[in-house]
C-alpha cells in the first residue's frame, strides 16, 4: 500500500437525496402502517464516505455526479459544511439526482430502495480531471452505485499513481476478476461476502473463510464488517477478529460507509492498519447511536474519545 502519509482522500462514488421514513415496524406486502419520523438529507455510499473522512479531518475530495433538480443543492450544502473539496461534482443538466428511499423500524434494522439516475453518468473522463488536477490524494475510496466500468478504471488509474486502493463493494453485485489485482483493502458486509464469494456469511469463522476467498481473488487484504460483531481482518495468511465498541443501536444506516470513511481517513494520515481498523470501528459504532446518514457521523473527536476510553 503507499507509504505516502498526512496526505488525502479522493472517493470516486454516489450522491444521493436520502428520503428517510421511521415507524415502529416495517409494512407487510401490501399493508399501510402509521409512521413516526420522516427526513430528507443528503446521502449515497460515496457521500457519505467522502463526508466521514473528511470530519476525520483529513483534505477530502468526490468525483462524481448528480442531477440539475431540485435536490442536488442539499447535497452539494451537505458536503461542503463537512468540509468536502465539490470542484469535481458535476451538476448534469437533463438529469435528476440519485435517490434512496429508506424505512427504519424500532430496532434500528433497515431497508433502502436506490435509484441512481446521474450518479450511473460518472465516468472515466472524470476520473482523469481529477487526476489532472494535481490533487495530493493518497487514498481512493470506491463502491458499486457508480457504473463498475468506471470503479475498475478508477481503480487501475489511481493504483499506478501509488494510492491506497478501498473498495467497498456495495450494493452486493458479481465483481469481474480484474479488478481485483488493483484492490488493497476491500470492506464487503456479511450479505455482499456472500455474493462475492458463494458462503453463507453467519458467523466470524465463515466470514474469515469469505475473507480468505477474496484475497485469493487478488485483494491484499480484506475487511468483514459484522456489525454488533465487529470486523474480521483476513490477508494471505493471517486472519483476526476485532471487536467493535458496545452502544445502543438508534439506526444502522450508514455504519458502514462511517467505517469505510474513517478508516480510509486514518491510512491517509498515516496511522497502522489495526489502528486504522479501531478508528473505522469507532466511527461505525458512533453512528449508530443517531438516526440518519450524514447527519449521524461523528466528528474526530468523538472518535477519539470512544477509542481511549475504550469499550
Known amino acids: 500500500m503507499s507509504s505516502k502519509q498526512n496526505h488525502g482522500v479522493v472517493v470516486v462514488g454516489s450522491m444521493m437525496t436520502d428520503l428517510t421514513a421511521v415507524a415502529a415496524r416495517l409494512p407487510r406486502r401490501g399493508e399501510t402502517v402509521k409512521g413516526e419520523k420522516f427526513s430528507l438529507v443528503s446521502g449515497g455510499k460515496g457521500s457519505n464516505q467522502a463526508a466521514m473522512a473528511a470530519r476525520m479531518e483529513v483534505p477530502t475530495w468526490l468525483v462524481g455526479c448528480v442531477g440539475a433538480d431540485v435536490f442536488h443543492q442539499v447535497v452539494l450544502d451537505s458536503l461542503r459544511a463537512f468540509g468536502v473539496h465539490t470542484e469535481h461534482v458535476h451538476v448534469l443538466d437533463g438529469e435528476s439526482t440519485g435517490i434512496a428511499h429508506i424505512r ?61 486502493v478501498i473498495l467497498n463493494p456495495a450494493p452486493a453485485a458479481p465483481l469481474p476478476d480484474d479488478i481485483f489485482p488493483y484492490i488493497d483493502v476491500i470492506t464487503p458486509n456479511e450479505t455482499e461476502a456472500g455474493v462475492l464469494t458463494g458462503i453463507d456469511v453467519t458467523d466470524v469463522d465463515a466470514a474469515i473463510q469469505a475473507g480468505k476467498a477474496l484475497c485469493q481473488r487478488g485483494a491484499a487484504h480484506t475487511i468483514v464488517t459484522l456489525g454488533a460483531q465487529g470486523v474480521v481482518h483476513v490477508t494471505g495468511d493471517t486472519a483476526r477478529h476485532h471487536l467493535t465498541y458496545r452502544v445502543q443501536v438508534v439506526d444502522t444506516t450508514a455504519a458502514g460507509d462511517a467505517f469505510t470513511g474513517a478508516f480510509g481517513a486514518a491510512l491517509a494520515r498515516g496511522l497502522a492498519f489495526d489502528d486504522a481498523i479501531r478508528t473505522g470501528l469507532a466511527a461505525g459504532a458512533l453512528t449508530v447511536t443517531k438516526l440518519g446518514a450524514q447527519s449521524s457521523l461523528p466528528t474526530r473527536q468523538a472518535v477519539e474519545e470512544l477509542i481511549a476510553h475504550g469499550r
Open 104 to 164: 427504519v423500524d424500532a430496532s434500528g434494522d433497515n431497508d433502502i430502495v436506490i435509484i441512481p439516475n446521474a450518479n450511473l453518468k460518472t465516468s472515466a473522463r472524470h476520473v482523469d480531471a481529477f487526476f489532472a488536477s494535481g490533487h495530493a490524494a493518497s487514498v481512493l475510496l470506491l463502491q458499486l452505485e457508480t457504473p463498475l466500468e468506471t470503479a475498475v478504471y478508477a481503480a487501475k488509474t489511481a493504483k499506478a499513481r501509488g494510492l491506497t
